[in-house]
């Protein structure tokens, strides 16, 4: 048997970091057994769908490295296939239409809830007569169509994360609705519904979701019986959580897939943070690996039942390590998009001379990609903002003197190296009989407006190139 999962996200926003993390698990599984990895768009719920999350969604997978073999697949364009079904549980008995009124449900929760009952339909139409129907069709009632739920039974699976897990259908809120009211005599196909069909008509063996769709797999189950089909195996993953311990929403800020690649993560540390994200490597010392090399690994038996906590300095940690590793030539094409974002001028090309040197500069003090943009900042303005230490700095006694040295000593070089720098340097304190510390305090003010940043000798070699180290000196004599 060939292994076939998929993921169904619903465009009903962009791609989202739980829905990326199932896709992940599943991409796994399916790379793990050479098997199939299928996209399937669920884009039934035509109010909340747009074109856009579709396109973010793809282009965050695609990004992320998890490539699909089949799809993607639209739910839009498959409703026949879902009436076809629709329509073949009514045939057999199994599904019927149901006239109750929103007004007649809402009076039936309120009785239910005054008697602290749980909330469920009281299959009320499930045995109309075809008189009966008629007179509601007379009435200008549409119907829904509801599946029937046997309320003695009881739904088990073996669940490949959780083991075997059982529900009583008696708790599922009674005959569940399988389509809408529509024009169509078969209504607007549900989520529920449009899933089994597809997962059969997609010969998916293993359903794997997030635990959210628990009581949805107990409802599909009844669904693949009904339609005479094989029921999959299903992994449902553990949520993840914020910090207190709550499911990660909205509401913790970033949690779309495109904002973390705004902020500078790389896909690949992305994808290994995801991973880790409910699974534990059999070498959980060994927490930094590819995608493929997970996959070599991967089984349900080492993902956690327990919720997984999102941890920034997790996520942090390991991207600084994925950019602190990337050859500087390939960071800096990372680079140049964010300070194009910035505005800063310069030209991506010509000049490589000076922004591969300012690139390894920043290499080791870089966590996200997008830090870069402050902490460039003072290579590419013509001028420079002191900060409070900084202007401090340029009052002392020396400083004058000292500055006042370096441009002059400057005057003897047309082109700077490490060595001319590190001698104009040390020329001046004997000369001057200054301290080295206030020289390079100084002198850093001077340069960069502040008493803290990367290496000193190597900023000034950039301006050098630049031609702004001389006028960053004047401007801070004139201070
Ligand atoms: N469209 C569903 C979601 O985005 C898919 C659930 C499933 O995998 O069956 O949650």
């Known amino acids: 048997m060939t292994v076939r ?33 299928i996209l399937r768009i669920e884009d039934t719920d035509e109010a909340r769908s747009r074109p856009e999350y579709t ?37 057999k008995g199994y599904a019927y239409r149901c006239y109750t009124s929103e007004a007649e449900l809402d009076e039936l929760r309120t009785a239910q809830a005054a008697r602290k009952e749980a909330p469920r339909y009281d299959n009320r139409h499930r045995n109309l007569t075809p008189e009966q129907q008629a007179a509601f069709e007379a009435e200008g009632r549409r119907p829904v169509l509801r599946f029937k739920i046997d309320d003695d039974r009881e739904i088990s699976w073996n669940d490949l994360v959780r083991g075997k ?10 005959d569940m609705v399988i389509a809408r009211a529509s024009d169509d005599p078969v209504g607007q196909p549900l989520y529920n519904l449009a899933v089994v069909v597809d997962d059969i008509d997609m ?15 107990a409802k599909q189950i009844l669904l693949y019986e009904a339609l005479g089909s094989a029921i999959p195996e299903f992994a449902h993953t553990p949520l993840i959580l914020n910090k207190e311990g709550k499911k990660l929403s909205k509401r913790d800020g970033v949690t779309s897939i495109s904002d973390f690649q705004q902020m500078g993560y790389t896909p690949e540390a992305l994808a290994n943070y995801m991973t880790l994200l409910g699974w534990t490597p059999p070498d959980s010392t060994k927490e930094i690996f590819t995608l493929p090399e997970a996959a070599q690994q991967f089984g349900f038996e080492r993902v956690n039942k327990a919720g997984a906590k999102f941890d920034w300095d997790k996520l942090n940690w390991l991207n600084s390590q994925y950019l602190h590793k990337m050859p500087i030539d390939e960071l800096l094409n990372q680079l140049i998009p964010y300070w194009q974002a910035a505005g800063y001028e310069f030209d991506p090309i010509s000049d490589r001379s000076w922004l591969e040197p300012l690139t390894s500069l920043l290499s080791a003090s870089l966590t996200r990609l ?19 230490e900084g202007l401090t700095q340029l009052q002392q006694e020396g400083t004058e003197t000292a500055l006042q040295a370096i441009l002059d000593a400057l005057e003897n070089y047309q082109t700077l ?13 004997k000369e001057k009989n200054l301290k080295k510390g206030l020289v390079m305090r100084s002198f850093r003010a001077a340069l960069t407006g502040d008493l803290h940043g990367p290496d000193l000798i190597q900023s000034w070699l950039i301006l050098n190139h630049r031609g702004l180290d001389k006028l960053r000196l004047q401007q801070a004599l004139e201070k």
């Not at 839009?76 to 629709?86: E, F, N, P, T």
Request: net charge neutral.
């Open 5 to 37: 999962v998929r993921i169904a996200p619903s465009p009903t926003g962009n791609l989202h970091i739980g829905t990326a993390r199932t896709a992940v698990f599943n991409w796994l599984f399916a790379r793990h057994h050479g098997g199939e990895f």
């Open 55 to 91: 396109q973010n969604i793809l282009d965050g997978l695609k990004w992320m490295g998890m490539t699909w073999d089949e799809g993607p697949f639209f739910q839009s364009k498959r409703l026949d296939l879902y009436r076809k079904a629709i329509q073949t549980l009514v045939d």
């Open 165 to 174: 897990v059982s529900w009583k259908a008696s708790d599922l809120g009674g």
């Open 203 to 217: 010969r998916i063996t293993h359903v794997i979701r997030g635990e959210d769709h628990i009581a949805n797999t």
């Open 370 to 388: 997008q830090d870069a943009v402050e902490m460039s900042r003072i290579f590419f303005s013509q001028t420079v903002a002191y900060s409070e």
């Open 417 to 429: 190296t490490a060595e001319g720098a590190q001698d104009i340097i040390k020329q001046l304190t």
